[in-house]
């Protein structure tokens, strides 16, 4: 049982390293020259629809936001045809890095195709929901709709990062071999590493925050934070110590584990670190939207990663090499969309920035345990079945030369009850014996152990 356990994690974990973990292609491919054009106006696009909202007209801005995606959702769908590619794609000798500024505004037809698949979508939306709409006057309820998304797309991108840090994680193990020993140097080794980084990163915001930076200073003012870093690690090693168990009794499997909890660890208390300044180190507001700008674009980033990796099993996939830049837009704007709605809901851009990283740190805690559960083994009420089955199995029939079935023919027949009794003792052969049953040895249809042996001759040559 448990080396079919290992079996299948082994298969896991080669699955986990077919997949491309260099980003650096994809980055290529995204801020290819010929295809810049669609990103900078989704940059410039977002920053005007989340001007709109915050002036009020919030349900414009929300069926823009939405029209916008579902056109690059079109594009991405249509990639496949040349006419479109060629619509959506500058020819190698009109690339942007052409100079002068009309070239550079030429270069933004390739946007047309989907901004024109976008106006349909608008008129579609606007005959449904608009004042006069099918259903009636409903186009305010667009921007409830994108901002309840904000949740969905924040376990979108922590199942992508996840993802990400499985394939790395899952790269290079060691070879499959039984392991001696637990998990509490490896835990104590995690635990004082990931305090260190904490400390680290908390040093260097404060100075960028023209704070002092003294021992007792920095303990005092984030003694919450250094707090919340110990009870998040008591969590996580609290939810994942069965199946770090598991784990260290295979030399990669116990590798792969150490690794995906690092890992993943880092990025949980990074987004309880962020979560504490915009609570407690009103950090600069410049470097906070430099920030979260980063943060969407890599989440957008391994949404496309994740969608486009070989870990993806599937002969239909609706998203690939192909046409990863038109769908990662598509999810950009509605991102874009859903932090600009609930910013208006909530009237406060860092509280949605906040409950974001919540999202994703909960989130992050969740799939550390899932994860270790798929690769490493089964539950354990499945484990106990396996072991109770596999010992109480009847052992295998050993089978009897003739001279042997001869020698056990001459023994006098012994009750069934003994036979059992003397099963338990040691012996060179064991031989499995039926329930007790009441045996006539008159009646000849009964089969016993010795009815072939023809017992006058055996008598006779006694």
């Known amino acids: 049982m448990e080396s079919s356990n290992v079996e299948a994690s082994s298969d896991d974990l080669a699955s986990m390293a077919e997949s491309e973990t260099s980003l650096l292609a994809l980055v290529r491919t995204l801020l290819n020259t010929r295809?810049?054009?669609?990103?900078?106006?989704?940059?410039?696009?977002?920053?005007?629809?989340?001007?709109?909202?915050?002036?009020?007209?919030?349900?414009?801005?929300?069926?823009?936001?939405?029209?916008?995606?579902?056109?690059?959702?079109?594009?991405?769908?249509?990639?496949?045809?040349?006419?479109?590619?060629?619509?959506?794609t500058l020819p190698e000798d009109k690339t942007v890095a052409v100079k002068g500024p009309k070239r550079f505004i030429q270069a933004f037809r390739i946007c047309l195709f989907p901004?024109?698949?976008?106006?349909?979508?608008?008129?579609?939306?606007?005959s449904l929901l608009g004042e006069n709409g099918a259903l009636g006057d409903r186009l305010d309820s667009l921007p409830l709709v994108l901002s309840g998304l904000f949740v969905l797309w924040a376990v979108v991108q922590a199942r992508s990062l996840s993802s990400w840090l499985s394939a790395v994680s899952a790269k290079r193990l060691p070879e499959s071999t039984a392991r001696e020993g637990g998990i509490l140097v490896q835990i104590i080794v995690h635990s004082v590493v990931l305090l260190a980084l904490m400390t680290v990163l908390l040093s260097l915001f404060t100075l960028m925050g023209g704070g002092e930076l003294t021992p007792s200073?920095?303990?005092?003012?984030?003694?919450?934070?250094?707090?919340?870093?110990?009870?998040?690690?008591?969590?996580?090693i609290g939810l994942t110590r069965h199946d770090r168990q598991l784990a260290a009794g295979s030399s990669h499997l116990h590798r792969f584990s150490g690794r995906w909890l690092l890992f993943t660890q880092f990025f949980v208390l990074w987004h309880a670190l962020t979560v504490w300044r915009?609570?407690?180190?009103?950090?600069p507001s410049a470097l906070l939207v430099a920030e979260e700008l980063m943060l969407m674009m890599f989440t957008v980033l391994m949404a496309i990663w994740g969608l486009t990796s070989k870990s993806v099993k599937s002969s239909f996939r609706i998203v690939h090499d192909g046409n990863a830049l038109p769908?990662?837009?598509?999810?950009?704007?509605?991102?874009?969309?859903?932090?600009?709605?609930?910013?208006?809901?909530?009237?406060?851009?860092?509280?949605?920035?906040?409950?974001?990283?919540?999202?994703?740190?909960?989130?992050?805690?969740?799939?550390?345990?899932?994860?270790?559960?798929?690769?490493?083994?089964?539950?354990?009420?499945?484990?106990?079945?396996?072991?109770?089955v596999a010992a109480v199995a009847p052992s295998v029939p050993v089978a009897l030369s003739d001279e042997q079935n001869n020698t056990v023919a001459q023994e006098p027949a012994e009750p069934v009850q003994n036979v059992v009794s003397q099963a338990n003792a040691p012996a060179e052969a064991s031989i499995s014996?039926?329930?007790?049953?009441?045996?006539?040895?008159?009646?000849?249809?009964?089969?016993?152990?010795?009815?072939?042996?023809?017992?006058?001759?055996?008598?006779?040559?006694?």
Not at 115 to 126: D, F, K
Not at 224 to 236: E, K, P, R, T
Not at 438 to 456: G, H, I, R, T
């Open 35 to 88: 295809t810049l054009p669609h990103v900078v106006l989704m940059l410039g696009a977002s920053v005007v629809l989340f001007l709109l909202s915050k002036g009020g007209m919030d349900g414009f801005a929300a069926l823009g936001f939405i029209s916008i995606a579902l056109g690059y959702v079109v594009t991405g769908l249509l990639s496949s045809f040349g006419a479109v590619q060629r619509w959506t």
């Open 115 to 126: 901004l024109g698949v976008a106006v349909l979508w608008a008129v579609i939306l606007l």
């Open 217 to 236: 200073e920095l303990l005092m003012d984030n003694v919450v934070f250094l707090v919340a870093v110990v009870g998040l690690g008591a969590v996580s």
């Open 278 to 283: 915009h609570q407690a180190m009103t950090p």
């Open 327 to 388: 769908m990662g837009l598509a999810f950009g704007y509605a991102y874009a969309g859903s932090v600009a709605m609930l910013t208006v809901v909530l009237d406060d851009i860092k509280t949605v920035m906040m409950a974001g990283h919540i999202v994703v740190l909960c989130s992050l805690l969740w799939i550390q345990r899932s994860v270790l559960k798929r690769v490493i083994g089964r539950h354990d009420d499945e484990v106990r079945i396996n072991r109770a």
């Open 433 to 462: 014996a039926p329930d007790p049953v009441d045996v006539d040895w008159v009646d000849d249809d009964v089969e016993v152990l010795a009815d072939e042996v023809n017992w006058s001759e055996t008598d006779g040559q006694n």
